[in-house]
């Protein structure tokens, strides 16, 4: 054999070999995606960890359910497989953009001409500015819904880069935020797109700051340890679609991209909530009211108007049951002695909240959702005062969906959602990773 021939087959073996390891094809289509989700007891975040670019790095990344798309620091941003997204393409299409951005440095991740224009937004400082959209590798775990499989690669995922200082306030380490939204870019959608699932992912928080939550990608079945898929039994509602945008900045007439449900009213032991203005229960035209669930909050936040009602109906009930009420804990002004208060397999015997539903179901909040422990002995409950104009009247906090299966079906736009997994005996954390 010549030399030019087995030059030829060396570059060749080199090519071939660089991009499978690279992950420009996956050797296999996987059922379903996972990954974990930590929470941070020094913030309250939550955060995975995903492999981005070449050659991969795991990154740190804030968890944002209502995110629109996944966004990472600029600053630091090496790869040779990172592409900027042209103007006026069919991925910047699906970003909703009308922006087109310009660069008079040096061509970098952040900074190349007729580049697609997109906003990043952190919440946890209500900032956005204007960031290029890019494409580059990802890589995340596979599933047979029971445990985590070999990692696969998704080539040409679309995510932007922002300049450092929007990574203030993030959790810890954290380099960006992964946007789970509804949105076209978002990580559920595409991922779907790519591996041609149904339009649907599945959230479990975890309240333990050692042992992670997880996220599930297509479909079921879901299952934890002890062997038990709690895909099963989960309990339906519509997702709503608010009609303005609640990210930190927008292109007018663009929908929200946060998962919205409709809540008629609330019950303290069965009994309703009187005073409730129902006028804040819904989203006006402006995209105000309504309520949306959050990764955002800890807590869930109430309208004060609604606060009150709330608050006022389970104090009532809490005395009845002779629970003794004591001085608030910052951020909380209803507290409680935990002396004499019974333990459950759901948590404190307190008071059942219940969210009545738009389609007559109801969402259960029980004693292990509903109350958080002080260091100083207090049972709080864990819902705080939003304000009297805030822009959505009820955010359910992430406290309040620890240990509970989410499943979240963009196609169907349904919500289902499961019971305090603490009754079937298992929590969000015993994924077998």
């Known amino acids: 054999m010549s030399s030019s021939c087995k030059y030829i087959l060396a570059f060749l073996f080199l090519w071939l070999w660089s991009h499978c390891a690279q992950g420009d094809t996956v050797s296999f289509r996987p059922k379903a995606l996972v990954a974990p989700i930590v929470k941070d007891p020094s913030t309250l975040q939550y955060y995975t960890n995903l492999s981005l670019k070449t050659h991969l790095r795991s990154e740190r990344l804030a968890f944002h359910l209502g995110g629109s798309f996944l966004w990472i620091d600029c600053d630091n941003y090496v790869s040779s497989t990172y592409r900027p997204v042209r103007c006026r393409s069919a991925q910047c299409s699906a970003a909703r953009s009308r922006a087109c951005g310009s660069c008079f440095a040096t061509p970098r991740p952040g900074c190349s001409n007729d580049t697609c224009g997109v906003s990043p937004y952190n919440p946890f400082i209500r900032t956005s500015t204007g960031g290029d ?76 700051s050692t042992s992670p939550g997880i996220v599930f990608f297509g ?42 449900i409709g809540v008629k009213g609330i019950n303290i032991v069965e009994k309703p909530v009187t005073g409730l203005n129902s006028t804040l229960l819904n989203i006006d035209s402006e995209g105000n009211g309504g309520t949306k669930i959050s990764t955002v909050v800890p ?34 002004e209803v507290c409680f002695s935990s002396k004499g208060v019974p ?23 029980f004693g292990a959702n509903s109350m958080v422990a002080t260091s100083n002995g207090a049972l709080c409950l864990g819902f705080v005062d939003g304000g009297v104009s805030p822009r959505t009247s009820i955010v359910i906090g992430a406290h309040q969906i620890e240990d509970h299966l989410l499943e979240f079906d963009l196609a169907y736009y349904s919500l289902g959602f499961s019971s305090s997994l603490l009754f079937r005996q298992t929590t969000c954390a015993n994924f077998k990773f």
């Open 133 to 208: 959209l890019l494409e580059d590798v990802l890589a995340i775990r596979s599933t047979d819904g029971k445990t985590q499989g070999p990692q696969v690669t998704v080539p040409h995922f679309l995510f932007s880069c922002a300049p450092a200082f929007l990574t203030e306030g993030l959790t810890g380490s954290a380099s960006g935020l992964a946007g789970f939204g509804r949105g076209k870019i978002g990580l559920p959608e595409q991922l779907a797109a790519k591996f041609s699932f149904r339009r649907k992912f599945a959230v479990c928080l975890s309240g333990s």
């Open 219 to 260: 479909p079921g079945p879901y299952v934890l340890q002890p062997d038990k898929d709690v895909s099963q039994g989960l309990i339906y509602t519509p997702l709503l679609l608010n009609p303005v945008s609640t990210a930190g900045s927008y292109f007018l007439g663009e929908p929200s991209d946060e998962y919205f």
């Open 299 to 332: 807590y869930t936040m109430l309208q004060t108007s609604i606060y009150k009602a709330v608050t006022s109906a389970f104090e009532r009930e809490a005395t009845g049951m002779g629970m003794k009420r004591v001085a608030g804990v910052k951020p909380f």
């Open 343 to 365: 333990s459950t397999r759901v948590g404190p015997a307190v008071p059942t909240i219940d969210l009545l539903l738009d389609n007559g179901k109801f969402w259960s909040v």
